[in-house]
């Protein structure tokens, strides 16, 4: 099971809704290029039934992500826990540099962002789960083990 965030949500539908939006108009290029005869060398025709299986291959995986997926209550989390959409602040104890981390269930693919994101599943995201401000955690990354102090959750 997958913990998500109400916003990872919402966000979910949106590209659910906008792909099933999609169809009519993979179906009216299908359509077209039909009408245009031979389909063995009709490369309109292979080019829509591509996009149609992508389409539907995504229709398919968003579906299944929010339906094994469970909504993150944060009402009950107390302020200075680290909980999904938790935007930390940590001090690398090696080098003293400090860095916003959010904690999310699903990243987002933006990098335009103060923080930097980190699924609940990566090496960060399960070492910041549960954290408290002041406590250090070990992080086990590919380069070595890092520590980081909670200095700030958000």
Known sequence: MEFITPEDKKQLEAQLEALKAKRASIRKRLSEARAQGDLSENAEYHSAREDQGLNEAEVRRIEGRLKNAEVADTAQVPA??????????????????????????????????????????????????KARVGEVIKVDLPRGTKRYEVVEVR
């Open 80 to 129: 200075d826990v680290v909980f999904l959409g938790s935007v930390v602040k940590l001090r690398d104890v090696g080098d003293d540099s400090v860095e916003l981390y959010k904690l999310v269930g699903a990243s987002s693919g933006r990098f335009d962002g103060d923080e930097i994101e980190v699924t609940s599943s990566s090496p960060m995201g399960e070492a910041l789960m």
